[in-house]
């Protein structure tokens, strides 16, 4: 089979195509023939050299989407998605023509959905749905996200715009205002100064993080939620101060895509909803195998609004 293996940190170039072989079927595993995988910037932090428990050479990919080849837990050609559970990072991912998956973390589901339309799925939506149950968003409130062009970010307005929240995004790109408007999103706010808010928000979604999450709780409506569920400017804030940065009564927490793990309910109904119409995926750009190492520039550049997909 190819894959794409990441030999070592470094910048894209450590991205190789190779000929590898079929991993063998073992108990409790799954062989998955990937018909696509998204990607996700985690894994271009991994590629970096920022995870320090991985190992190289490491078939890279937290997610993918195809159907079952060989398995003792479900029947051959079953759609499955898989997300998270260290793929990528522990065992070798996403970025292959086959992947070797853990059982307990195969989500099987029905679609007519094209392969390049639900590999933009799982990771993305499946964040911006746990996140936004976590914030307890509901109708007639009003939403900040902060990362708006991000893949989740788009998938967190589109969803929220649906369940009737009054959504407001943040873009640093005035160019990819249209993207945001077309997610559903009322209020397109550029990032490059204070915020000119339209109203205070009930809720703020952070998915740039690090930098903005202290900030992101003096928007918020005294009591109101704060969600960071991103990092697209790092993991760790400085010199952070609960006591004095947390303005009493707001509340700040988080939401990890790990607590999806195996939701093969919520994806089932995330796929209705965009079959139905409800929710309108942004795929940015799909790139072959062979592209792996432009497709990580193109990420690592920001150049994407929205989920960038590989298809092996």
Partial sequence: MRAAVCVGAGGPEVLEVRDLPVPAVRDGWTLVRVKGAGLNRSELRTRQGHSPDVRFPRVLGIECVG???ESAALPEGTTVA????????????????????PDDLLMPFTTTLSWEVLAALPETYLTAQGALDTLDIAPGTRLLIRGGTSSVGLAAASIAAGHGVEVASTTRRPDKAGALTAAGVAHVLVD????????????????????????????????GTVCVAGSLSGWSIADFQPVAMIPSGTKLTAFHSKDMKGRADVLQRIVGEVEAGVHQPHVDRVFGLAEIVAA?????????????????
């Fill in 192 to 223: 490059d100064g204070p915020l000119d808010l339209p109203w205070v928000p009930d809720h703020v979604l952070d998915l740039v993080g690090a930098r903005t999450a202290v900030d992101s709780l003096n928007l918020v409506r005294r009591g």
């Fill in 67 to 69: 159907v079952v080849a």
């Fill in 296 to 312: 990580h520039r193109y990420m690592e550049d920001d150049q994407a609004s929205g989920k960038l997909v590989v298809i092996p």
């Fill in 82 to 101: 898989a997300v998270m559970g260290e793929m990528g990072r522990e065992f070798d991912g996403g970025y292959a023509e086959y992947a070797l998956l």
